[in-house]
């Protein structure tokens, strides 16, 4: 097995776009071949495009030939269209890797791009219910807000986790977004400032306990990467950045086939081990992390899965700021889901960009100081882990 | 009543929330049509013995399709439950609330709680099946099952 190396990376401007997706999704490509000018886009012999909704607002079956047309890609190795819903992105990766390792293509382009935006507010968590299970879920109208309330009061049950500790969650992911100029709600913190406990306590309420500050934005974004074999990248960059460790878990697809207690997610449990493992790493290696925080609750439970903290104590975790910077892992420091917007299938690539960045040492006014090892994490549902990790390949 | 109106009223697959229930659409109809007697039933393996839920044809257990009908228990206890009143697709009106259903014989079933307003529902509390009347679909009338409150 071949070793692969990230060595390009780039990301749109997030928000309510006047764009289709297929701007967004050229926008995102011009990023990634600009910030790499050693790459000839004509050579990329793979390309995976990651996108959950091209059906419903697009509107395009088969897309992903049109997307390599628009972007000057003629793959001769493989493509395809990759979906896992809010685990796309990573599932890109993950699949271009494999492909990369296996010594048959030398270079894939991974692109993840969501048009969310749509004028009937409705027809958005029309979309978003559909990709609950539709005959037994969706059908009463169940979107992610109200499964994971119940996960989240699950958790306060149990460990009596708060809603403040959850809107801290927020807090901290608003502010790590201000100093990410792509982020959906960048202009918001320049008319407002910060957003404050206050502020994301008193929000208006989507099914208790969880509050509009609670909840990830549903935004227009589009994210790209390239990925090499580390010989090809020794061509490409000096500063390789690795992928070291992967992991993917399918327990469920259906919420209700979680028999087991809502405040515990084995599926997650099982995935960081298998990653960790992979990777020769612990826990405690991870400098710097972009994980779920579809909804605030998530990301609290994703510590202690992540074992970064005891189960039941991840309320605790972000509480006394281990969460953040001078903690004991930086975790979500382009400000999350929550603060950049969740465009589904970009954003497990935007997350991977954000390492990227962070282990090449240039990623600004975010910067992790000497972040050597980053960790990616998504989910598409209580059953479904996606984990990358990554090194720096350089001192 | 219900043949006439989807004669008149051309039917969209992809805009459809709803599940498919009639025989030229589904292998497991007779879910739906012991749901119209009032019957809120599932299959099990004739194989194995494990319990389904949700129905589908063969078993994930042990992949056998030798499968019947039982009768769920009258009786289920909320495990969890929350008012969804953001996020509620179209076609919906909020305040919707959602509840995870717990049955004794290890079947959790997820669905919304009718005839209730949240202030009245909590955790543990003891629900039964209610059915109510959806939109037909090119086959003819539909129905569903939602909870309510064991009185």
Known sequence: MRKVVMVAGGVNKWGRRAANFRQLAAEAAKACFDSNPNIDHKEIDGFILATTYAERTGVQVHPAPFIAQIIGLQPKKLYMRVENQCGSGTTAIRTAWWAIASGYVDMVMCLGVEKLMIPVHE?????????????????????????????????????????????????????HAMKTPYAHHYERYKKHGP????????????????????CSTNTDGAAACILASEEKAKELTDKPVYLIGTSQVCLHGSWQKATYEWWEWPALRLAARQAYEMAGIKP????????????????????????????????KFIEEGLSDYGGKVVVNPR?????????????????????????????GERQVK??????????????????????RGFD | MGEEKAEKRPYYFVLDLYPQEHKEETRIWEFYENLKQGRFTTLKCKKCGHILWPPEVICPECTSDELEWIDMPP?????????????????????????????????????????????????????????????PDAHGDRVLFCFKKVK
């Open chain 1, 335 to 363: 400000g999350g889901l929550i603060a950049c917007g969740h465009p589904f299938a970009a954003t497990g690539i935007a997350q991977a960009y954000e390492i990227f960045l962070q282990l090449r040492g240039e990623a």
């Open chain 1, 195 to 214: 957003v404050t406990l206050e502020t994301a306590l008193k929000s208006r309420m989507i099914a208790y306990p969880l509050k509009l500050f609670d």
């Open chain 1, 284 to 315: 405690e290696d991870v400098d710097v992390a972009e994980i779920h925080d579809c909804f605030t609750i998530s990301e609290i439970i994703e510590y202690e899965e992540l074992g970064w903290c005891e189960k039941g104590q991840g309320g």
């Open chain 1, 123 to 175: 027809e958005i968590f029309l979309n978003a219910a559909s990709a609950m299970d539709h005959d037994w879920e969706g059908c009463f109208g169940l979107t992610p807000p109200a499964a994971f309330a119940m996960a989240a009061q699950a958790h306060m049950r149990k460990f009596g986790t708060t809603e403040e500790q959850m809107a801290m969650v927020s807090v901290k992911n608003h502010r």
């Open chain 2, 75 to 135: 009786r289920g206890k909320i495990y969890a439950f929350t008012v969804q009143v953001g996020a509620v697709p179209l076609g919906f009106k909020p305040p919707l609330i959602q509840a995870i259903v717990d049955f004794p014989n290890g079947v959790r079933v997820i669905g919304p709680i009718a005839d209730a307003s949240p202030e009245e529902v909590k955790v543990g509390d003891e629900v039964e099946v209610k059915v109510i009347e959806i939109p």
């Open chain 1, 370 to 391: 000497d972040a050597k090892i980053g960790l990616n994490h998504n989910l598409s549902g209580l059953g479904e882990h996606h984990i990358i990790i990554y090194k």
